[in-house]
């Protein structure tokens, strides 16, 4: 059976699931998991996803960043449906279609998983070094800030304990007790 499993980021991102949805139903997914949570969350269809498969399914996926967060976990996601019996499939790898099936599609995507990850370091690496320049000419001043000291300062003077506080301004009980603890 072919299973596709779709993902966003963002509940903003609805075309992008559809478009998703959509190739996974037209390469014939039989049943279909899809969930618009960030990669870094907990992924509770994912997980349902991978626990209905069964051995000789095929799991359907547009690309691999979709699937997993880095090529570790990717990797790890492929050896367990291995040992599952269970073949990978990722429609969009540079153009070309991945069937984990096949060993030389393994190797591609071990490869081209490499590669993105190495990228997404080195794009990352550069935003680090932008922002330290930035910093350091004055450009780059961070959020902004969420509390009001002074308007802490002055309720917690009045008496006011840290959850009244939190629930007047508006912010998380944690931030007034950060501030209140702060030498």
Same mark, same amino acid.
């Given at each position: &059976?072919?299973?596709?499993?779709?993902?966003?980021?963002?509940?903003? +991102?609805?075309?992008?699931? !559809?478009? +998703?949805?959509?190739?996974?139903?037209?390469?014939?997914?039989? =049943?279909?998991?899809?969930?618009?949570?960030?990669?870094?969350?907990?992924?509770?269809? #994912?997980?349902?996803?991978?626990?209905?498969?069964?051995?000789?399914?095929?799991?359907?996926?547009?690309?691999?960043? =979709? *699937?997993? =967060? $880095?090529?570790?976990?990717? *990797?790890? /996601?492929? !050896? %367990?449906?291995?040992?599952?019996?269970?073949?990978?499939? /990722? @429609? %969009?790898?540079?153009?070309?279609?991945?069937?984990?099936? $096949?060993?030389?599609?393994?190797? &591609? #995507?071990?490869?081209?998983?490499?590669?993105? %990850?190495?990228?997404?370091? &080195? &794009?990352?690496?550069? +935003?680090? !070094?932008?922002?330290?320049?930035?910093?350091?000419?004055?450009?780059?001043?961070?959020?902004?800030?969420?509390?009001?000291?002074?308007?802490?300062?002055? @309720?917690?003077?009045?008496?006011?304990?840290?959850?009244?506080?939190?629930?007047?301004?508006?912010?998380?009980?944690? %931030?007034?007790?950060?501030?209140?603890?702060?030498?």
């Amino acid at each position: &059976m072919l299973v596709g499993y779709a993902r966003t980021s963002t509940t903003d +991102q609805v075309a992008g699931l !559809e478009a +998703q949805v959509r190739d996974l139903q037209a390469t014939g997914c039989e =049943r279909m998991f899809s969930e618009q949570v960030s990669s870094v969350a907990d992924r509770k269809v #994912l997980k349902e996803a991978l626990a209905f498969l069964r051995a000789g399914d095929v799991l359907v996926v547009a690309k691999p960043d =979709r *699937l997993a =967060r $880095n090529t570790a976990e990717l *990797l790890g /996601i492929v !050896e %367990s449906l291995k040992g599952r019996e269970v073949g990978l499939v /990722i @429609l %969009s790898m540079g153009g070309e279609r991945l069937d984990t099936r $096949n060993p030389t599609a393994t190797l &591609m #995507l071990t490869i081209l998983a490499g590669v993105a %990850s190495w990228e997404r370091e &080195m &794009m990352l690496e550069r +935003q680090r !070094e932008g922002i330290a320049k930035a910093k350091a000419e004055g450009k780059y001043r961070g959020r902004k800030a969420t509390i009001s000291p002074a308007a802490i300062s002055s @309720l917690a003077s009045e008496g006011i304990g840290p959850a009244a506080i939190a629930k007047r301004l508006g912010i998380a009980r944690s %931030s007034v007790y950060r501030f209140l603890d702060a030498p």
